[in-house]
């Protein structure tokens, strides 16, 4: 796309903002339902305007979510991975994010008022949201947590940190690792045009947690990893194939 079609494509994607997500901040503290369709439908004409599509993969099936988990996003390859996230949720999902990205308007006041969890640099603040997260996700809940903690620069896998793992281990729910396929190619890291494609969104087969400890976790946080791996080849392997 050229410079032009960028910019008329952004303003579209703004001026949808104001409707959509600006009366998801009205409605959703009387229907949380409907205050989250509103945001899943910005999310959704977000990609659409630019010519993405997508595609939900599961190892088993969506059952495998029914009864709540911490979703793990085995690798973060691109600034619009949320975006795709929150365009595939069709059911409640409380990401956790930084401040910084909740103070962004319209957007980042959304994540306030549909109750996701909002840490800050102070420790203490950010255990009891962590907390709080893991006593959702115990009760039937999904949480999303990122296994990297910030987007890939090279397009390889960052160290895993544990707080996906042993949130899971606290609330005693299954880790549901998920991978975003795709994403990198329509928009790299420090671009800021948007290229038309395909993304999938894959989810492996969740990781029990029952019965384990917190000593646990290095053993789980090993083989998440060696699951993200092995996914994270089978799609750069795949790639290569047809380029």
Sequence with gaps: MDTASQIARYALVLALMAPLLGGALVIAPFSDRLGR??????????LSI???SFEVQYDIGPEELQ???????LTQQS??????????WDKPVKAIWNIEYALIP???????????VIVRQSPSQSKRQI??????AANGGLVYLSAEGKRSVDGSLSPYKKG???MAISAQVPLCPVYIAGSRQCMPPGAWKIRPGKIIMRYLAPIPTTGMTYEDRHSLL???RIVGEKEHSRWVNDRESVT
Excluded: C
Aim: aromatic fraction near 16%; proline fraction near 4%; avoid cysteine.
């Design 50 to 52: 630019f010519g993405i």
């Design 79 to 88: 600034i619009i991975d949320p975006t795709v996230g929150f365009a595939a």
């Design 164 to 166: 996906p793992v042993v």
């Design 131 to 136: 907390e709080k997260a893991a006593k959702y």
């Design 106 to 116: 319209l957007f980042g006041w959304v994540s306030f008022i549909l109750g996701w």
């Design 37 to 46: 369709r509103m945001v899943r439908a910005w999310n959704q004409a977000f």
């Design 222 to 224: 090993e083989h998440l």
């Design 67 to 73: 009864q709540g988990g911490i979703i793990v996003g």
